[in-house]
């Protein structure tokens, strides 16, 4: 079992930057690939960003390549989204989630822990 706490979240203008953290405890962390979700109003949870367990294989979504970097510290149990050129379209609540696998993978279906996830809002 994994548990996971994003962090990070908040109010910030178009053109602003965020970093999100997600923090995990439970089973060994470092195992598995990580990704980062997002949910609109009234939309279906989307891919974000990707990370394979070494690091190593990164995907993005077309919407945010360029402008948002993802990265992991094993050691610290956490993987990041650093967010910057900040949209109003980049409104949503941010989710963290962990597979077992240690692949990267950009399909929600492939994630077995989930975080509540964290609130991201762009005013324009």
């Known amino acids: 079992q994994v548990q996971l706490v994003e962090s990070g979240g908040g109010l910030v203008q178009a053109g602003g930057s965020l970093r999100l953290s997600c923090a995990a405890s439970g089973r060994t962390f470092s195992n598995g690939g990580m990704g980062w979700f997002r949910q609109a109003p009234g939309k279906e949870r989307e891919f974000v960003a990707a990370?394979?367990?070494?690091?190593?294989?990164?995907y993005y979504s077309d919407s945010v390549k360029g402008r948002f970097t993802i990265s992991r510290d094993n050691a610290k149990n956490t993987v990041y989204l650093q967010m910057s050129s900040l949209k109003p379209e980049d409104t949503a609540v941010y989710y963290c989630?962990?597979?077992?696998?240690?692949?990267?993978?950009?399909?929600?279906?492939?994630?077995?822990?989930w975080g509540q996830g964290t609130q991201v809002t762009v005013s324009s």
């Open positions: 989630a962990a597979r077992s696998s240690q692949f990267a993978r950009r399909d929600r279906d492939a994630y077995d822990y």
């Open positions: 990370i394979s367990r070494s690091g190593g294989i990164i």
